[in-house]
T-cell receptor
Framework: AQSVTQLGSHVSVSEGALVLLRCNYS??????LFWYVQYPNQGLQLLLK??????LVKGINGFEAEFKKSETSFHLTKPSAHMSDAAEYFC???????????FGTGTSLTVIP | SQTIHQWPATLVQPVGSPLSLECTVE??????LYWYRQAAGRGLQLLFY??????ISSEVPQNLSASRPQDRQFILSSKKLLLSDSGFYLC??????????FGQGTRLTVV
């Protein structure tokens, strides 16, 4: 079975500072990993995905994530936070069949001006 | 292109009343379909997923049920709502091993 753990339910950063949101996965088979963003009262929007190609994945809005098998991690980063980045971020995992798709509990990002 | 429709956007229902939330997908065939519930502070909980017509997998025992009467239609139901059923319900589809695409969600408040 697959699962993801997001460390830190709330993260605050200053505008212009580095954003680091943590995600660790648990999977008995090579996983596919995803990061989504959710703005209030909306559905989820895909930021980026890892599907066993390059381990460093670039996404939209300047975000990127690195798949590290040795650490079972897929942390999300952005060099410089913008006010518009304030939202809820979810890490998700799927197995090779693609049938099951599980999310972490989410990290709420606050950007301080 | 593919689109996903989920309705209604907001719903207020009394305890003990029935529920029916509908989700339809356009522009794709034989998608995997999912229902998630998002409760405050609990992230996204997978409730049901379906890999085909009439095929429903339940992830969490609860007061809800799901049905897939057509290839691109996924329905979430309850015969009698509980207060604990309140939350934000999201429908999603996947076309294989790639990412899931989400509807805009339904905010359900049980009073």
């Amino acid at each position: 079975a697959q699962s993801v753990t997001q460390l830190g339910s709330h993260v605050s950063v200053s505008e212009g500072a580095l954003v680091l949101l943590r995600c660790n996965y648990s999977s008995s088979v090579p996983p596919y990993l995803f990061w989504y963003v959710q703005y209030p009262n909306q559905g989820l929007q895909l930021l980026l995905k890892y599907t066993s190609a390059a381990t460093l994945v670039k996404g939209i809005n300047g975000f990127e994530a690195e798949f590290k098998k040795s650490e079972t991690s897929f942390h999300l980063t952005k060099p410089s936070a913008h006010m518009s980045d304030a939202a809820e971020y979810f890490c998700a995992v799927s197995d090779y069949t693609g049938n099951q798709f599980y999310f972490g509990t989410g990290t709420s990002l606050t950007v301080i001006p | 292109s593919q689109t996903i429709h989920q309705w209604p956007a907001t719903l207020v229902q009394p305890v003990g009343s029935p529920l029916s939330l509908e989700c339809t997908v356009e522009g794709t065939s034989n998608p995997n379909l999912y229902w998630y519930r998002q409760a405050a502070g609990r992230g996204l909980q997978l409730l049901f997923y379906s890999v085909g017509i009439g095929q429903i997998s339940s992830e969490v025992p609860q007061n809800l049920s799901a049905s897939r009467p057509q290839d691109r239609q996924f329905i979430l139901s309850s015969k009698k709502l509980l207060l604990s059923d309140s939350g934000f319900y999201l429908c999603a589809w996947k076309g294989g091993v790639g990412e899931a695409f989400f509807g805009q969600g339904t905010r359900l408040t049980v009073v």
